[in-house]
């Protein structure tokens, strides 16, 4: 059974740092781009960074080029995220996803994605 499971998150104030991690089980085929995607309350869906799971090319959303950086570890199963000089508004539900596909659009729901976990919660605030 395919499982993604975020872990990393919780309270930290303004101009802090976290790392958010996400452990991948279960995976019998290729999936190859892995995703930070994040939902601020009341708002949509939005991609924070991408990493190709083989060739380790990354991408950033204009929020998060310069305070983030995205890796995975060398077995390429726990992907990772490095946050600092955080804000109130990085404040949202983390999740992360994997696809078969490169997706850098409007992300309409998770189910988008091929598989995704339960997300873990990042608060900015003093």
């Known amino acids: 059974q395919v499982q993604l499971v975020e872990s990393g998150g919780g309270l930290v104030q303004p101009g802090g740092s976290l790392r958010l991690s996400c452990a991948a089980s279960?995976?019998?085929?290729?999936?190859?781009?892995m995703y930070w995607i994040r939902q601020v309350p009341g708002k949509g869906l939005e991609w924070v960074s991408i990493?190709?799971?083989?060739?380790?090319?990354?991408y950033y959303s204009y929020s998060a080029k310069g305070r983030f950086t995205i890796s995975r570890d060398n077995a390429k199963t726990t992907l990772f995220l490095q946050m600092r000089s955080l804000k109130p508004e990085d404040t949202a539900l983390y999740y992360c996803?994997?696809?078969?596909?490169?997706?850098?659009?409007?992300?309409?729901?998770?189910?988008?994605?091929?598989?995704w976990g339960q997300g873990t919660q990042v608060t900015v605030s003093s």
């Open positions: 996803a994997r696809d078969r596909r490169l997706r850098v659009g409007t992300i309409r729901a998770l189910s988008d994605f091929d598989y």
């Open positions: 990493v190709n799971r083989d060739t380790g090319n990354t």
């Open positions: 279960g995976f019998t085929s290729s999936v190859e781009w």
